[in-house]
């Protein structure tokens, strides 16, 4: 049975940065892409990043380009997300999935707090 747990997640001011992690359990972590979707008080889903199997591949979006890096850990099961300069509006409940396209497994989320 396939399971992800996030963690990581916290209160940071303004400008600093946080490592989310979420641990996969289950068989082949390695066979899949990786996704990072958040959601914000009040807001609908969004789509952060990704990684592919082998962590060459990365995708970002727009809101996440050249402070969020995504990465992965095939030995030990765990995807990484890094984010810095956090700002206010980085302020979400935080999900890792499995998958690209489809995400057919979701953690339950951990929550980041950007504020002074």
């Known amino acids: 049975q396939v399971q992800l747990v996030e963690s990581g997640g916290g209160l940071v001011q303004p400008g600093g940065s946080l490592r989310l992690s979420c641990a996969f359990s289950?068989?082949?972590?390695?066979?899949?892409?990786m996704t990072w979707v958040r959601q914000a008080p009040g807001k609908g889903l969004e789509w952060i990043s990704n990684?592919?199997?082998?962590?060459?591949?990365?995708h970002y979006a727009e809101s996440a380009k050249g402070r969020f890096t995504i990465s992965r850990d095939n030995a030990k099961n765990i995807l990484y997300l890094q984010m810095d300069t956090l700002k206010p509006e980085d302020s979400a409940l935080y999900y890792c999935?499995?998958?690209?396209?489809?995400?057919?497994?979701w953690g339950k989320g951990i929550l980041a707090t950007v504020s002074s």
């Open positions: 999935a499995r998958g690209r396209n489809v995400l057919d497994y």
């Open positions: 289950g068989l082949s972590f390695d066979d899949y892409w």
């Open positions: 990684i592919n199997q082998n962590a060459q591949v990365t």
